[in-house]
C-alpha cells in the first residue's frame, strides 16, 4: 500500500508521520485490497480548540475510493477518530461485497443499497471516469459520501449523473444530446 501524507496550511511533524503510518498500516489486517491511502491534515483557526485539526482520509481499494473527515483537539486526536472512521467503513465495505456475491449468485446482478450519513463538502475534483451500472455507481456514491455521482452507464455508452434526493431515494439523470 502506497502512503501519502500532505500538509494544507501545516508542516506535518515525522512523529505525526510515523503515528499515522502505524495506524494506516492496520488497514491491511482488515482490507488487503488498499492500493493507496492518501491522508490530509489541515489546521483551521477556530475559536474552539477542540476541532483545531481536520484529518481526511481516502482510500484507493482498486478504483472504489473510501474517504473519511475528522476533526480533534491535535493531530494525534484526529488521526485516531478519522482511521475509526475508515475501519467502520471498511468493515461496511467488506460486508457490502459479501452481500453482493450473495445476491450476484442468487439474483444475476440486482443490487440493493444501503443509506449511508451524507458530507456536505464543496469541492472542485477531477477523477477517472469508469464505466459501471447505476447499482455500481449508488454503491460507489454511499461509500464517498456524496450526494452524486457522475459515472459512464456501460449499458446505455454514455454519462449520467446519480443523486440523492431529499426523501432519502435516488434519482438518474440521462442527458440527452441535442
Known amino acids: 500500500m502506497n502512503l501519502v501524507i500532505r500538509g494544507k496550511n501545516i508542516e506535518v511533524p515525522e512523529k505525526s508521520r510515523e503515528y499515522i503510518a ?3 498500516n492496520k488497514f491491511d489486517r482488515h482490507l488487503s485490497n488498499i492500493t493507496e491511502t492518501k491522508v490530509e491534515i489541515s489546521e483551521e483557526r477556530s475559536r474552539s480548540q477542540e476541532n483545531h485539526y481536520v484529518v481526511e482520509m481516502t482510500l484507493d481499494c482498486r478504483g472504489t475510493f473510501l474517504r473519511g473527515e475528522e476533526r480533534g483537539a491535535d ?3 484526529a488521526v485516531d477518530a478519522a482511521t475509526d ?3 467502520r ?3 461496511r465495505y467488506k460486508e457490502r461485497l459479501q452481500g453482493r456475491k450473495r445476491r450476484l449468485v442468487a439474483s444475476k446482478g ?6 449511508q450519513q451524507e458530507d456536505t463538502l464543496l469541492r472542485i475534483k477531477h477523477f477517472p471516469v469508469k464505466s459501471m451500472s447505476p447499482d455500481e455507481a ?3 456514491m454511499e461509500l464517498l459520501g456524496h450526494d452524486f455521482f457522475v459515472f459512464f452507464d456501460d449499458a446505455s455508452g454514455q454519462f449520467n449523473v446519480l443523486y440523492r434526493r431529499k426523501g432519502g431515494t435516488y434519482g438518474l439523470i440521462k442527458p440527452d444530446v441535442d
Open 110 to 115: 440486482e443490487l440493493v443499497a444501503d443509506e
Open 85 to 87: 472512521m475508515m475501519t
Open 22 to 24: 502505524k495506524k494506516v
Open 138 to 140: 449508488m454503491e460507489q
Open 89 to 91: 467503513q471498511i468493515s
Open 75 to 77: 493531530i494525534f486526536s
